[in-house]
T-cell receptor
């Protein structure tokens, strides 16, 4: 099975712009979660989508939004970019291995805001 | 609410010696616990997970962890370090089995350095 894929891998934007990141989960997985990783704050949960519905949301401003399509692919959008949004954005899809569910992470999209 | 504390931000060991990465957790319910590894410029890879079965959990690459409820700990160990083990390690807790709708709560990470 192919793993979780994220595009693009690297992105440079300027303050005030918006950005869209894409995540394709492992085939058959219906849950996609997004995380932000920064040196100062570590890994923080953004939101989770399941069957095209946002199931839960972390403590991030409304500039951060997402959606999920019928094929389970997910996009994350950040509007009005700020310097502090520079981070590695990780996507994870969740599926069942044996009797237990496990999250599998993609390689991430590294966003630099100038 | 759940939280996780990784007691060491950096650990340095010599190749061939044992590795111990410490993790303490706090959880309102019966937690699921995970260790993930992140190599430079890579995503996160699951090393092992505990979900209320055996308290000693064996993972990939020779790593294992022991769940100790009385100590609220889930330390990661490996008998003999290899140069390829150099990476960032994250201890993760979830209150829902499998890391459910609340998302995962990550520790700050421990940077493992392997000396030749």
């Amino acid at each position: 099975k192919a793993g979780v894929t994220q595009t693009p891998r690297y992105l440079i934007k300027t303050r005030g712009q918006q950005v869209t990141l894409s995540c394709s989960p492992i085939s058959g997985h219906r849950s996609v979660s997004w995380y932000q990783q920064t040196p100062g704050q570590g890994l923080q949960f953004l939101f989770e989508y399941f069957s095209e519905t946002q199931r839960n949301k972390g403590n991030f401003p409304g500039r951060f939004s997402g959606r999920q399509f019928s094929n389970s692919r997910s996009e994350m959008n950040v509007s009005t970019l700020e310097l502090g949004d520079s981070a590695l954005y990780l996507c994870a899809s969740r599926g069942t291995v044996g009797l237990q569910e496990t999250q599998y992470f993609g390689p991430g999209t590294r966003l630099l805001v100038l | 609410a759940q939280s996780v504390t990784q007691l060491d931000s950096h650990v340095s060991v010599s190749e061939g010696t044992p590795v111990l990465l410490r993790c303490n957790y706090s959880s309102s319910y019966s937690p699921s616990l995970f260790w993930y590894v992140q190599h430079p410029n890579k995503g996160l890879q699951l090393l092992l997970k505990y979900t209320s079965a055996a308290t000693l959990v064996k993972g990939i690459n020779g790593f294992e962890a022991e769940f100790k409820k009385s100590e609220t700990s889930f330390h990661l160990t490996k008998p003999s370090a290899h140069m390829s083990d150099a990476a960032e390690y994250f201890c993760v807790v979830s209150d829902l089995t499998g890391g459910g709708a609340d998302g995962l709560t990550f520790g700050k990470g421990t940077h493992l350095i392997i000396q030749p």
